[in-house]
């Protein structure tokens, strides 16, 4: 079992969509719980970053976290093109960040 | 939070040559991280870049390959050595503050081997 599992994608959805992205994990030590944005040729960057279970926004953006079922998520809600993106869902346990493989989101305007 | 810069953004490179992939950050920076992003892959840690001592490698990776140093708190270049063509990849430079804080990434070196 891989240690962390994201919902491949891709996803394509039209502007103003809601856009869910899930992941699962199987390491109990992960502590911190982070989904990065990265547009192509460019580097992954923070979206979102929380250590406990429950909800954490952000303006469009909402993290969803379960420890007990270990499980997170991000919403994305009214969508736009600019939000077309890979996101990925990272770990932390310690200063070792684990990522998952990245769900490609495409917006259509 | 800092601005990371990488060098070059891109390059490509004769079997058996090896790269140097230099990291500047605009601050300083605790900790420094090297990652790789293979086609279609997710990021995988090759080693943390310690200021005044060897780096730490991650399983898989070994310094002979990829040789790193950390002179300062602002910069640390990674050595991609003796490179074939399955060493063709992203390069990316990540820091952070302190162990429990998140990482934030330059723009990666995209690195083909021919």
């Known amino acids: 079992q891989k240690e962390v599992e994201q919902d491949p994608g891709p996803l394509s959805v039209p502007e103003g969509a809601i856009v869910s992205l899930n992941c699962t994990y199987s390491?109990?030590?992960?502590?911190?719980f982070m989904w990065y944005r990265q547009y192509s040729r460019k580097g992954p960057e923070l979206l979102m970053y929380?250590?406990?279970?429950g909800n954490k926004e952000d303006g469009r953006f909402t993290a969803q976290v379960d420890k007990s079922s270990k499980y997170i998520s991000l919403f994305i809600r009214d969508s736009q093109p600019s939000d077309s993106a890979t996101y990925l869902c990272?770990?932390?346990?310690?200063?070792?960040?684990?990522f998952g493989a990245g769900t490609t989101v495409t917006v259509r305007a | 939070s800092a601005v990371i810069s990488q060098k070059p953004s891109r390059d490509i490179c004769q079997r058996g040559t090896s790269l140097t992939i230099q990291c500047q950050v605009d601050?300083?920076?605790?900790?420094m991280f090297w990652y790789r992003q293979q086609p279609g892959q997710s990021l995988t840690l090759i080693a943390t870049?310690?200021?005044?001592?060897?780096?730490?490698?991650e399983s898989g990776f070994v310094i002979d390959k990829f040789p790193i140093s950390r002179p300062n708190l602002t910069f640390s270049t990674l050595t991609v050595s003796n490179m074939s063509p399955e060493d063709s990849s992203i390069y990316l430079c990540?820091?952070?503050?302190?162990?429990?804080?998140?990482?934030?990434f330059g723009d990666g070196t995209r690195l083909s081997i021919l």
């Open positions: 990540s820091v952070a503050d302190t162990y429990d804080q998140p990482q934030h």
């Open positions: 390491n109990s030590a992960f502590q911190y």
């Open positions: 929380t250590y406990s279970s």
């Open positions: 990272a770990f932390l346990n310690d200063y070792k960040l684990s």
């Open positions: 601050s300083q920076v605790t900790m």
């Open positions: 870049a310690n200021q005044g001592s060897e780096a730490t490698y």
